[in-house]
């Protein structure tokens, strides 16, 4: 008996692969492409500085005195969200932490209607 002939599918475009890592990511950076240019040019443009800036200490964060109204990005790759909700309203009186959940290091670019008006709100609320 001769085994029966496998199917194959194609492998999936970049185009494809793409969509679905900025699904599976939540990043819609990936399938936009003026935002993937913007970052592009960026990331070339950008040099980094020696040494490369270290994350506030506690005495830094302790010695702020003015509002504080921080926006995190659930899947940021550069600071751990869930660490700075409960680190920097412990140490720096008032402030306030919000992590927004389907979202990057860059909520203000992936949400920009919504983080301008909770950052509005946050300013009234200050007056």
Same mark, same amino acid.
């Given at each position: $008996?001769? &085994?029966?002939? +496998? $199917?194959? *599918?194609? &492998? ?17 950076? =990936?399938? $936009?492409?003026?935002? #993937? ?9 950008? *040099? ?5 800036? =270290?994350? !506030?200490?506690? %005495? ?7 509002? =504080? ?8 790759? !550069?600071?751990?969200?869930? #660490?700075?909700? %409960? ?8 402030? +306030?932490? %919000?992590?927004?959940? /389907? ?6 670019? /992936?949400?920009?209607? %919504?983080?301008?008006?909770? $950052? =509005? ?5 200050? /007056?």
């Amino acid at each position: $008996m001769t &085994p029966r002939p +496998r $199917m194959t *599918r194609p &492998p999936p475009s970049s185009r494809t692969r793409r969509k679905r890592l900025a699904a599976w990511l939540e990043q819609p950076v =990936l399938v $936009m492409p003026g935002l #993937r240019t913007m970052i592009r040019t960026a990331a070339r443009a950008y *040099r980094i500085r020696r040494p490369a800036p =270290l994350p !506030l200490s506690e %005495e830094e964060l302790s010695a702020i005195r003015t509002p =504080l109204y921080l926006v995190l990005g659930k899947r940021s790759l !550069l600071v751990h969200p869930q #660490r700075q909700v %409960e680190r920097v309203p412990r140490l720096v009186p008032g402030a +306030r932490v %919000e992590i927004i959940a /389907d979202t990057g290091h860059v909520p203000q670019i /992936d949400h920009a209607e %919504e983080i301008n008006s909770r $950052m =509005l709100n946050f300013v009234a609320s200050v /007056d």
